[in-house]
């Protein structure tokens, strides 16, 4: 076993010391990351702004019931100059003393021209709680008469646990799409990890097919299971490197949510780290020349990243493409990572997909290892 770890370590060591590793292993897949995540969009909000140009507490009251996680809001005394907001709400002067002396107003959402109709519908469905919650607020002080500072008494009620509290969650078999860096984040680092793994492991053993130094560890005192198992060990060892690097950089970087089950993200490593080792020691294999791995290696990384998922989300293509995109492991690795990252599932959402690709890497080691006079056998 100690040989066998040798040349993993070896292989692992040739493959940083290369100074072009640190930029494709690394550098290349978070830029990529944070790009894709941003075009992708994350969080967004409706962006209101409010003119107070009554300024008196119960405007001041509805101000701040509007200050919720999906409005970016902007509160300012007098309209904006140059370019309009995209959505404005006036309150008008006199707004509080009118309400208090119950004489009906009338707020309107003003959208500008090319803004979101989604999200002024969404803004509409805001003011209208805000609306709501202010009424109420009051009912409740003038139940015990107004007291001396009625604002410090709503920001207390507002502040209060909630009397009712409503509940949502999604009915059916249904499932929100993945979107922003929770598709860029374990899309790229599935795709840069196939890629890179593939092209070095793949180029790395048809330099050493060679340059003759594949005969020379046959012909040593290992035996060609011994070799075989070390190619294999040292290109788990670079993918699961990458891996682990890479989903650290999503996390503390770009603050994706990894799921709450370790185990389950330490399965997954595993497993996809297998199957791509499996695939990169197939290629070297098979193929002749660094120049053929190379641009093999690429081309096919590509073609099973399209494919599975990894450049927009499963859910958005046909359903027999998604059944037959599973004939690759990058189809299965995204079912893992968006079950952890996407769906909050735990161990048990990356059981089969885990399973798969074990199972797949294996079946890849068998061709592999099968390829006639390569293993001294």
């Not at 139940?143 to 009620?157: E, N, Q, V």
């Not at 999604?170 to 593939?198: D, E, F, H, N, W």
């Not at 089950?261 to 297998?274: E, N, T, V």
């Amino acid at each position: 076993m100690r040989r066998v770890l040798h040349i993993a370590a070896n292989d692992l060591r040739l493959t940083l010391r290369d100074r072009a590793a640190f930029f494709w292993l690394l550098l290349l897949p978070v830029g990529m990351m944070w790009i894709f995540g941003s075009m992708g969009g994350g969080p967004r909000k409706a962006a209101l702004t409010v003119v107070d140009r009554d300024g008196g507490w119960v405007a001041k009251a509805l101000c701040e019931r509007l200050d919720l996680p999906g409005v970016e809001l902007t509160v300012v005394a007098d309209e904006p100059a140059g370019k309009p907001p995209l959505r404005k709400l006036v309150l008008p002067p006199g707004f509080t003393e009118n309400v208090l002396a119950g004489r009906q107003q009338r707020l309107e959402v003003e959208a500008a021209e090319g803004a979101n109709s989604d999200y002024t519908r969404a803004a509409d469905a805001y003011v209208l709680r805000a609306i709501v919650k202010t009424l109420a607020a009051i009912v409740e002080l003038r139940r015990d008469g107004i007291p001396a500072d009625p604002a410090a008494a709503m920001a207390a009620l507002a502040s209060r646990e909630p009397l009712v509290k409503l509940e949502v969650s999604t009915a059916g078999s249904g499932r929100p799409v993945p979107s922003g860096r929770a598709q860029s984040v374990p899309g790229i680092l599935t795709m840069t990890v196939l890629m890179m793994t593939v092209i070095y492991g793949a180029v790395f053993l048809t330099l050493e097919k060679r340059d003759g130094t594949l005969r020379r560890q046959l012909a040593g005192p290992l035996t060609p299971g011994q070799v075989f198992a070390g190619k294999v060990l040292g290109r788990v060892y670079v993918a699961a490197m990458q891996l682990v690097v890479l989903l650290g950089f999503g996390r503390f970087l770009f603050g994706v949510d990894l799921g709450r089950s370790p185990a389950g993200l330490a399965l997954l490593i595993g497993a996809y780290a297998f199957c791509v080792a499996a695939v990169a020691t197939l290629f070297g294999a098979w193929l002749r020349s660094p120049e053929q791995a190379s641009a093999i290696g690429w081309l096919a990384s590509m073609v099973m990243a399209a494919l599975g998922g990894c450049w927009w989300p499963s859910e958005v293509v046909p359903r027999w493409l998604w059944q037959v995109a599973h004939v690759f492991p990058t189809a299965w690795a995204m079912d893992g990572f968006h079950a952890l990252i996407s769906f909050g599932k735990g161990i048990d959402g990356v059981a089969v997909p885990s399973a798969a690709l074990f199972g797949m890497g294996i079946i890849i080691l068998i061709v592999g290892r099968r390829i006639r006079g390569l293993w001294g056998e």
